[in-house]
């Protein structure tokens, strides 16, 4: 009897454990304004992802407008409920597992994290209308048998100053979703959430800074994760929840490392090798960490045969050679 129930505990946590055979190799598929096909989820299929981010939109004038207009007819196809519920289903039956991760996108590009209303009347409207967004999300994850399901990205002030409402969005959340729960915090304000024991991943956009070289080696950035790796592990450890790069991934150009959440199209001198040495930094230094859960890849486009390719300078791995990288990478970890 005894070695019966010691089997049988083994086994429970071998399927709970998050060894290097069960990681989420992921990618961020953009919603674009193409109706996806079969064909456009081959390519995500042939790089041996397991996990694909799902991103509808929702659209605000400035970080002190208390409107969000999201889910409407003048938005691309794959930014709305009829994108991701299309799109799902394509993944699905291909075995491809599915987050849904609705973002705010601001006019002229302003960062979420600053989104901060001006009187405690502008706030609660606020609240309302971004409740109201996630729920509609929350309601439709639960419908395509979304396994994983994210309330909010980068959007660190709203969630110091309003501690009250996010511990009651999580909650609402959980009455109309049954799957798992992440929230998308910046690499510089992870450590600033309240809320990471209501959720079930600590979610990371891991764009931290590793070294200033123009082609930083494999070596070097392994280094310039050191730091960072330690401060994760310490929040991980405290909070005793699984670790998730909810985004993560480099630019194909010259000093892809120094400041990898820079979009800026000035920087334009492309550098395939800088991207292909970075990505594989991250995935020596945390693939094999039985803490850590895997990772969603920034970003990768519906129209695979027309997207990246070696005189692109920007996030996408397509047509380059960081593409083969991930293939091979993520091969191994199924």
Known sequence: MKIKLLIFFVLILSETSFSQKNKINGISF?????????????????????????????????????????????????ERKVGVRNTSALFHNAG???????????????????????????????????????????VLAQEIKAELFCIGTELNKFVTKRPQFWEKLIAKVRKVYKGKLTYAENWDTFDKVHFWKKLDYIGVDAYFPLSGAQTPGIEEMEKGWDKHKSEIAALQQKENKPVLFTEYG???????????????????????????????????????????????????????HKAG?????????QNKPAEKLIQEFYGTYQ
């Open 30 to 78: 953009v919603g674009g304004r193409n109706v996806v096909t079969e064909a456009s989820i081959k390519p995500v299929i042939n790089v041996n992802a397991n996990w694909v981010c799902l991103m509808p939109f929702g659209f605000m004038q400035s970080l002190n407008a208390t409107q969000i207009s999201f889910n409407r007819d003048r938005q691309w196809w794959g």
């Open 96 to 138: 491809v597992k599915v987050m849904v991760k609705p973002q705010i996108w601001i006019s002229r590009g302003a960062f979420t994290g600053h989104i901060g209303m001006k009187t405690e009347d502008e706030w609660k409207l606020f609240e309302s209308v971004y409740e109201q967004f996630i729920l509609e999300y929350a």
């Open 250 to 304: 480099y630019r194909s150009v010259d000093f892809a490392a120094r400041q990898p959440w820079n979009s800026d199209r000035s920087m334009n001198s492309v550098n395939l090798k800088a991207q292909e040495n970075a990505l594989k930094a991250i995935y020596n230094k945390f693939w094999d960490e039985d803490w850590f859960a895997g990772g969603f890849l920034w970003k990768w486009y519906d129209f695979h």
């Open 309 to 317: 390719g070696t005189s692109n300078s920007r996030f996408t791995p």
